[in-house]
Nanobody
Framework: VQLQAFGGGLVQAGGSLGLSCVAS????????MGWYRQAPGKQRELVAV???????TYADSVKGRFTISRDDAKNTVYLQMNSLKPEDTAVHYC??????????????????WGQGTQVTVSS
């Protein structure tokens, strides 16, 4: 299983960035997909998860600003990040797992990880 993440970069506070992650076809359509992030000195935390049927869950800190979506035909999951804040600065990781496992158990619910992509928000 391979997960390839794209996007990220440097943006000013209040700006927007989009992330995408392409996954192996044999896994993607049968699994929940999520985005996690890890800031320096902090634990990796869940940002958003989307189930096979499209149900979503977001961390409170990003609700109303971030949107997760998926395109099963392209084996791709997206994270649109708007109204970015300096505290959103972190390495962002895409992941595959079971929906409730990821929501309830955080990183322990992940079966596969993609490589991280840096998001930096300047004040």
């Amino acid at each position: 299983v391979q997960l390839q993440a794209f996007g990220g970069g440097l943006v000013q506070a209040g700006g927007s960035l989009g992330l995408s992650c392409v996954a192996s076809g044999s896994i993607f359509s049968s699994s929940a997909m999520g985005w996690y992030r890890q800031a320096p000195g902090k634990q990796r935390e869940l940002v958003a998860v989307i189930a096979r049927g499209g149900s979503t869950t977001y961390a409170d800190s990003v609700k109303g600003r971030f949107t997760i979506s998926r395109d099963d035909a392209k084996n791709t999951v997206y994270l649109q990040m708007n109204s970015l804040k300096p505290e959103d600065t972190a390495v962002h990781y895409c992941a595959v797992g079971k929906f409730w496992g990821m929501v309830v158990n955080g990183t322990r619910g992940v079966d596969y990880w993609g490589q991280g992509t840096q998001v930096t928000v300047s004040s």
